[in-house]
C-alpha cells in the first residue's frame, strides 16, 4: 500500500495481467462522464474494459450493495452515519469485496479496468471524520490506520488521474447535476475534502493531475488515453 512503501524502492512484479485505472476527484468534476467516454474509447481501440461506478452509483447486489445501504439510510449526502471508525471499516469490507468479486478477476484476465474513485478517495474522506473526531492524533497516524485496515482487502491503482478544477465550477456542476443546494457546513466540508485530497495524494507515486476546467469531455479522455497507452506499452 502506498504508505507502507517508500519511494525509490525497487516495485514487486505486477501481480496481475491488466491495470487498474483510478479517476479521482471531488463530485463536480466530470468524473463519471468522463469514465464513460474513457471506457468507449479504449474499446474502440480493441481493450477490454470494465469499469466499476463510484459509491453513489453502485448497483451490484450482495455484499457490497448491502453496505452502501447502510451508509445511504441515514440521508447525508457523504454518507456519513455519525461513528467515522465504523464508516471507514465498512468501506473497507465493501473495496474488499468489490476487489475480490469484480476487480481481481477482471485483471487477471487482462482487462483495463477504471474505477470512479478508488484508494485516495477512501483516504481523503476518511481523513476528516477521523481527526474532527481524535483531534489529538496526527494525520499520519490517522492514515496509517486506514491504510493497516485496506491492506489485505485493498489494492493500489497502476495509475491514478486526479481531475480537478476551482472549488466554485465543482460546486455549481454538482448542485445543478444533483439539483441540490449545499448547506454552509457541507461546503465547508468539500473545502476540507480538496485539502484531504492534496495530503493523500501527495503519498501515491505517479499521480496525474489533469486541470479540467476549460476542458471538453474529448480533450481530458485525449488526456487520458495517451497516458494509459503510454504506461500499457511501456
Given amino acids: 500500500m502506498i504508505l507502507r512503501s517508500k519511494r525509490g524502492e ?17 463530485s463536480g468534476v466530470g468524473k463519471t462522464t468522463i469514465l464513460e467516454e474513457l471506457s468507449r474509447r479504449l474499446q474502440d481501440l480493441g481493450y477490454a474494459v470494465y469499469t466499476k461506478p463510484n459509491l453513489l452509483h453502485y448497483r451490484e447486489k450482495g455484499i457490497g450493495f448491502k453496505i452502501k445501504q447502510i451508509l445511504s439510510e441515514h440521508g447525508d449526502k457523504f454518507l456519513r452515519i455519525g461513528s467515522p471508525v465504523v464508516a471507514a471499516l465498512l468501506i473497507a469490507a465493501k473495496r474488499a469485496y468489490d476487489i475480490q468479486n469484480f476487480i481481481l478477476p477482471a485483471l487477471n484476465s487482462g482487462m483495463l479496468v477504471i474505477a470512479d474513485r478508488a484508494i485516495a478517495t477512501y483516504y481523503a474522506y476518511h481523513l476528516i471524520d477521523l481527526k474532527n473526531a481524535f483531534p489529538h492524533i496526527s494525520d499520519k497516524d490517522l492514515l496509517m490506520w486506514l491504510s493497516e485496515i485496506d491492506r489485505l482487502g485493498g489494492i493500489t491503482p497502476d495509475m491514478t488521474f486526479y481531475l480537478y478544477t476551482n472549488f466554485w465550477t465543482a460546486i455549481r456542476r454538482s448542485e445543478a447535476r ?12 468539500i473545502r476540507k475534502l480538496l485539502e484531504a485530497y492534496d495530503k493523500v495524494l501527495r503519498e501515491i507515486p505517479g499521480v496525474r493531475k489533469i486541470d479540467v476546467t476549460d476542458k471538453t469531455v474529448t480533450e481530458v479522455c ?9 504506461r500499457v506499452h511501456s
Fill in 10 to 26: 525497487e516495485k514487486a512484479p505486477r501481480p496481475y495481467k491488466g491495470y487498474l485505472i483510478a479517476l479521482e476527484g471531488v
Fill in 178 to 189: 444533483d439539483k441540490i443546494r449545499y448547506t454552509d457546513s457541507e461546503l465547508e466540508y
Fill in 222 to 230: 485525449e488526456i487520458l488515453v495517451q497516458e494509459i497507452l503510454k
